[in-house]
């Protein structure tokens, strides 16, 4: 399944249109992240998301794939070895150098490092918005060691997320654009196993926004609890599989 910008063009296009969408997105990006949002809704999704990176990837070397502004990257640097990211928006790139960080420009089929550079190479909200998934997960493979981990973040349509997105409207994520102006792919957990690389193994999975319908519902007294409180308790439980976000962690074969 297939939505946005990007279907029907060719590569540099379809590179040059996710950019812009980037570009344009950097300005508000961060407008509801990093504890400026009541509801927590951002904040909920990044703290069960670097809580699978950690679970890898404490005290090795990480790679996060599209990096944006560096939220996530900045707090995986707290528990990593060494931590570095790589974004194809500039205007994402700029917030992220300004954190300090370690941070190159480039996308996700054609990453900047030599084979086996990284002990976990991670990637959240950005495969669905690359059309060739397999080169992206065969190049995130390349650069990781024998013995480490690709985690992978899938946009599973068969989710209450993937619902509420068919049915309702777009978002705003700049003036006069709104989130369908970008290509858009929805993959069921059940197909990472014809897209992962040859080499690699499923080892585990997390689902992520299991349980809620939109982001205002977080911020609902006593409904907000019970949705962050199950959100938490079922990430790793059988009903992962219905995560709005699912995670897949491939382990790349010695």
């Not at 928006?89 to 996700?108: F, H, I, T, Y």
């Not at 959240?124 to 981990?149: C, N, Q, S, W």
């Not at 609890?225 to 199950?230: E, K, N, V």
């Amino acid at each position: 399944m297939e939505t946005g910008t990007g279907t029907g063009v060719n590569e540099p296009e379809h590179l040059a249109a996710t950019r812009a969408y980037y570009d344009d997105f950097a300005a508000r990006y961060e407008d509801r992240r990093d504890g400026h949002d009541p509801g927590g809704y951002h904040d909920l999704l990044d703290e069960l998301e670097l809580g699978f990176v950690e679970r890898f990837g404490r005290g090795r070397d990480v790679l996060e794939v599209g990096c944006g502004t560096g939220l996530l990257l900045r707090r995986m640097a707290a528990f990593a070895r060494s931590a570095r990211g790589v974004d194809l928006s500039p205007g994402m790139l700029e917030k992220a150098r300004a954190r300090g960080l370690d941070v190159a420009e480039a996308s996700a089929t054609q990453l900047p490092f030599p084979d086996a550079s990284f002990d976990v190479v991670c990637s959240f909200k950005v495969l669905a918005h690359v059309r060739d998934i397999d080169g992206a997960l065969a190049e995130m493979t390349r650069v990781t060691r024998p013995g480490g981990y690709v985690l992978a973040e899938l946009y599973n349509p068969f989710s209450l997320r993937g619902l509420v997105k068919r049915l309702g409207p777009a978002g705003a994520i700049a003036e006069g654009a709104t989130e369908r102006d970008v290509f858009t792919r929805l993959d069921p957990p059940w197909r990472i196993h014809a897209m992962k690389p040859a080499g690699t193994r499923l080892v585990a999975s997390r689902g992520v926004r299991i349980f809620t319908p939109a982001a205002a519902a977080l911020r609902v007294p006593v409904l907000g609890a019970l949705l962050r409180g199950g959100e938490r308790l079922c990430c790793d439980s059988p009903l992962r599989w219905l995560g709005g976000f699912w995670i897949a962690a491939l382990q790349r074969e010695g």
